[in-house]
């Protein structure tokens, strides 16, 4: 997939953009960073610091990273467009180290988190708030054929969507700095601002998309960060039953002993549509895929992802097309990215149900009330975060996250800029060293 991809691109050429996706260096610098080599294959190696390449650029020192359950997805080779060489990453946050000639509002020593997407600010999209469709940052035309148009750019996640640098690195360059970095308080610790960068506002839009509202039932497929922040938000939307799928003993324990909320366990119940019709006899309210398409249950469509027929599997889509009541609504958050056969288009139309694909997250257009809720401590990110790691540990931590080991949920990733772990946070732990300390969640 990733040599025709990138053959297809070669011959299509690159989409124009007014930036360099490209980055200079400094001379004679180093950092560590993840590096992807191939399908289950990163490692952590030296490579050339970022250098401000664009006026409007900012390069940090990043104090505070992560890994995210759609970076599997790059781990395992199912995203178009990647190529060696690639750094990863999509979710990070730093200090202002060198600021192009153009920025004006920050200046070195600004603490910020980044946007995981790269948006213009100035561009139709951008000044209508959908800053995750800008229009002037992807260079992919494999994407604009696709789909008819380009999405915006992502920080260190395939050419598929402009193929930039990422953020599991020591420094990262960020484009547009103005527009993609948010200023962050310093009584905040990183623990609590890094996951502004996506998780916090992911979560959240896939509640406003699934128009999740007081008294409403809502089942959420899949419960990592992404699911178990959703819902968070749901109980804060006073919606009256929350129901989680999963697998996982300890995230179905976490929802249901810390969150109250119902729970199907996928490994012991053949039939979720029937199971959740039992608790709400009508139909759920509100569905939320948060379990994204590499997930495929049934022989047929293992066999036919196996042999390239589908990219992507729809039968959690076609669980939630059933379950959801006449007129309900779905919200896809999951990551899908190419096709899928035998969508029940049927239960869709005659439902009459709103099967909204959410997008990749305006961040910008949620950051600035997201923040004031961090604050207030209405949504307190450390909730799920197991663990904490260096930037070293890199390599194993995405083997051993793929397996969900050691009760791995969401984890800190600190480099040598980062500060001490905050109060409450998990201590460190080294996969190098063979120390794993127990999971905080």
Known sequence: MQ???????????RRPVPISVAHRTRPDETMKALVWYGKQDVRVEEVPVPAVTNPQDVVCKVTGTTVCGSDLHLYHGEIMQLQK?????????????????????LKKGDRVVSSFQIACGTCKYCKEGLSSMCDRTNTSRVQEKMYGQATAAIFGYSHFVGGYAGGQAEYVRCPYAENNLLKVPDHLPDEKVLYLSDIIPTSYHSVVRADVSEGKSVAIWGLGPIGLLA?????????????????????????????????????????????LYELEPD????????????????????????????????????????????????????????????VNVGALMEKGITLRGCGQTPVQHYWHDLLKKVESGE?????????????????ELYEHFDKKDYGLLKVFVETRFSAPAAEGTPMLSSFKEGRIEPSQV
């Open 3 to 13: 040599t025709a991809a990138n053959a297809t691109q070669m011959v299509l050429g």
């Open 85 to 105: 060489g690639d750094i990863l990453g999509h979710e990070w946050m730093g200090v202002v180290d060198e600021v192009g000639p153009e920025v004006k509002t």
């Open 231 to 275: 819902a968070q938000w749901c109980k804060l939307a006073k919606a009256k039953r929350v129901v989680g799928i999963d697998s996982v003993p300890e995230r179905l324990a976490f929802v249901r002993d810390k969150l109250g909320c119902d729970v199907i366990d996928i490994s012991t119940t053949k039939d979720v549509v029937k199971a």
């Open 283 to 342: 139909g759920i309210d509100c569905a939320i895929d948060a379990a994204a398409f590499r997930y495929a249950k049934g022989a047929m469509h293992k066999v036919q992802r196996a042999l390239s027929l589908e990219t992507d599997t729809p039968e959690v889509i076609n669980e939630a097309l059933r379950a959801v009541r006449k007129f309900g609504t779905i919200s896809l958050i999951a990551d899908y990215a190419g096709f899928a056969n035998g």
């Open 379 to 395: 949504m307190d990110p450390t909730m799920i975060l197991s663990h904490r790691f260096k930037v070293d540990d890199f390599r």
